[in-house]
C-alpha cells in the first residue's frame, strides 16, 4: 500500500511497531500458530505459510506489522484492505491481532491500534473495521477504548468459498 513502506513508529511504551517484509516470517509464523491454537483457528503450517507470504511480499491487499523487541517481537497485527462506497473509499479490517499473553493488559494492543489507524488515515483509508467476539467483554471494552463502535444496523456476515 502506498505510503505503509516499512514503516517504524516508536510508541509511547518500550517498543517498536514495523511493518513486517519476507525476512520476519519466521518470526511470525510462531505468533500466528499460537494465535490459531488459541482461538481454535484449524490451519496447517503450509497454509498458513501461503496465507501469509503475499502479505510479507507487498500485496496491495493487506499488511503485516511486528511490534516489541526486534529479536523477540511481542504480537502482531494483520490489516486487509477493501473499498467502501459508503464509506467514500478504501477501508481495511483487523484481520489479526495478537499479544504475548505473558505481556497481556499493558496497553499494547491500544497504541498499536491508535498508530496504525493514524496512519492509515494518513494515507486515505477511511474506516477501520473489525470482528470481536459477542460474549468476550474484555476484548470488546478494548476495543471501545480504542474508539471502535458496534453499528446499530449491520452485523458482519460471511461465506465461505
Not at 494465535?35 to 505459510?49: C, K, L, V
Not at 507470504?53 to 499488511?63: D, M, Q, T, V
Not at 499494547?108 to 467476539?133: F, M, Q, R, T, Y
Request: aromatic share 8%; hydrophobic share 45%; with cysteine.
Amino acid at each position: 500500500m502506498s505510503g505503509c513502506s516499512r514503516m517504524v513508529w516508536n510508541l509511547d511504551m518500550t517498543t517498536a511497531i514495523t511493518l513486517a517484509g519476507p525476512a520476519d516470517a519466521p518470526k511470525l509464523l510462531p505468533l500466528i500458530t499460537a494465535f490459531h491454537a488459541e482461538y481454535g483457528i484449524e490451519m496447517d503450517d503450509a497454509a498458513r505459510t501461503a496465507a501469509l507470504s503475499p502479505l510479507l511480499e507487498g500485496s496491495p491487499l493487506g499488511a503485516v506489522w511486528l511490534f516489541g523487541p526486534t529479536m523477540a517481537p511481542t504480537g502482531y497485527v494483520i490489516i486487509t484492505f477493501g473499498w467502501s462506497m459508503e464509506l467514500g473509499g478504501m477501508d481495511a479490517f483487523v484481520d489479526e491481532l495478537y499479544i504475548r499473553p505473558p505481556v497481556r493488559k499493558r496497553g499494547i494492543a491500544s497504541e498499536v491500534l491508535a498508530a496504525i489507524s493514524g496512519s492509515l488515515s494518513d494515507v486515505g483509508v477511511k474506516a477501520l473495521h473489525l470482528e470481536v467476539d459477542r460474549e468476550d467483554e474484555a476484548t470488546q471494552r478494548l476495543y471501545t477504548r480504542a474508539h471502535f463502535k458496534m453499528r446499530d444496523r449491520y452485523s458482519l456476515m460471511t461465506r465461505t468459498l
